[in-house]
């Protein structure tokens, strides 16, 4: 054998590493430490270096989300289609929420899609850790990449939802305006706040497994907080209440989309910054406070 | 073998340190030069959903039942302080019982589990070849090698001069279209051991991956794990088949309960486990 002979005993040191201790054998040969948290530059760089596997990882998945059935694919477009019908038919027709709204049609179907996205980000992004412990467990990557991708996988398959929109909308009685062009920014603005929501809670759940299963009740309760079938203004006013409904997160981003493709909404400039400022700030406190436990996402 | 804190002997350095950065292959194996150093190593894992223990608990039985499911998370300490070097070009293999903590210690080093206490120092990419592993069950063979090659860390470039010869040594045929849910555990097996392998890893690690191949799948991956040692790579591998331990390394390590009971040639320490082995086997006989 060329390779050295271990030293029963000495941990197999050679003779040359005798004597010393392993960290100081360790750091002469130039070896790295493994696992421990890379700082944040080179976690950054590493991520992007590493985007490949994420994208292919969302499509991948988003894809294989709808083969195991006859139609295959085209349940992308049935799915947003069928759910905007019950909806109708339980808003619209049974309870009648449309209290000071002309085009309830748009309003509600718009409202139900981007609601969806976010609803279904944050409980496939609680989950990006946890639910894929094959990969976590055999390969050393880093891990924000889980939560980014199964945005992205998310926002893959809303896509097909805003083709939808696009087709249903004017069907309505919507005419076309410019504002419809801002709609794909509404879009990108969504899927990075529904990003740093992801990254913060894939951590949390990690820490506490308990909270996945909270978050259904979060994602229900949001549904009646964020005018997703009803308008806020109409039903709570324009004093504190209606103010702070209109401009959290989640029903700020259905009501820009609103804005972009609806006549009656008209858009403004507290929106677009309260949009722009609720995506860099869940980006940016998310991905933090996930980069904080890099070492803790393995087992356990 | 545990707990031995090493005297730093700033005094009287009679030895010659290693040759540093040694560049080429053939020469960072001449010189014997570490490529992975385990210091003194502690693994925890929690685990959730078994049954809550509370000894000397005065509650009525069925309080208890509703009780242990609660809060059941059981935290286990699967490996106790070990250490050990491995050099350039070393193929070592571990052995011990099940439960003895090879598995858990092999994905330490890969990177995928934390250290509850110690260190481990690698030098290049460690890759992890498990059983149960890696792999995305729902999706097609093809889309795995993709994904696989690009976790660990290939250019989208890369992959696509890899990915013939990925299928062709996982020796796969149509199967490669079909999600991996439908294949037979060699297969997959197969497939994950050329696409662990496909990255050139400096340090491979095999756990038990071995045992479900053929003989002429065998063959192939004896050789894949030669021209990793040539390259001066690092096998470590996990086995139960004393065979295949003897057959592909050249040193061999013995895990009990967590701790490292030897550390030597395969012959020697093979046989001091096949000993307790027997002594097992017969008490369970009787």
Known sequence: MTATEPLPGAQGRTAAEEGKSLREIAESAGLKQVGGRPPLGAYLRDLWERRHFAVTLARSSAYSQNQGSYL???????????????????????????????????????????????????????????????????????????????????????????????????????????????????????????????????????????????????????????????????????????????YQPIALYIELARTCLMVESQPSLGLWLGGIGWAVGALVVGFLFFWRAEEKYGRG | MAEQTEPVTATAAPVAAPAVAATSAEEAKATGRPILVVDDVHLKYKTYGGKRRTPGSRLPSWAKGLTQGVGAVDVVHAVKGVSFVAHHGESIGLIGHNGSGKSTLLRAVAGAMPVSSGAIYTDGVASLLGVSGALIKNLSGERNIILGCLALGLKPSEVKQHFEEVVEFADIGEFVRLPMEAYSSGMGARLRFAISTAASPDILMIDEALATGDASFKARSQKRIDEIRERAGTVLLVSHSMGTIKETCDRVLWLDSGVLRADGQPDEVIEAYMETQRAKVEAAKK
Do not use: C, H
């Open chain 1, 72 to 246: 295959g694919q085209l349940w992308n477009i049935l799915n947003p289609l069928i759910n905007a019908a019950v909806y109708l038919a339980i808003f619209g027709y049974v309870l009648k929420t449309d209290r000071g709204i002309e085009n309830y049609i748009a309003f509600l179907v718009i409202g139900v899609f981007f609601f969806q996205f976010t609803t279904r980000s944050m409980t496939v992004g609680s989950k990006a850790i946890t639910g894929n412990a094959g990969l976590v467990n055999s390969l050393q990557f880093p891990r924000a990449l889980l939560p980014l991708s199964v945005v992205l996988t998310e926002l893959i398959m809303m896509l097909p939802a805003v083709l939808v929109l696009l087709v249903l909308v004017p069907m309505t009685g919507e005419p076309f305006q410019w504002w419809w062009l801002m709609l794909p920014f509404v879009v990108l603005l969504q899927w990075v706040f529904a990003t740093g929501m992801a990254f913060a809670l894939a951590r949390m759940v990690v820490e506490v497994r308990d909270i996945a299963n909270l978050i259904p009740f979060v994602t229900r309760a949001l549904m009646y907080f964020s005018g997703v079938f009803f308008s806020i203004s109409s039903y709570a006013g324009s004093g504190i209440l209606g103010s702070v409904l209109a």
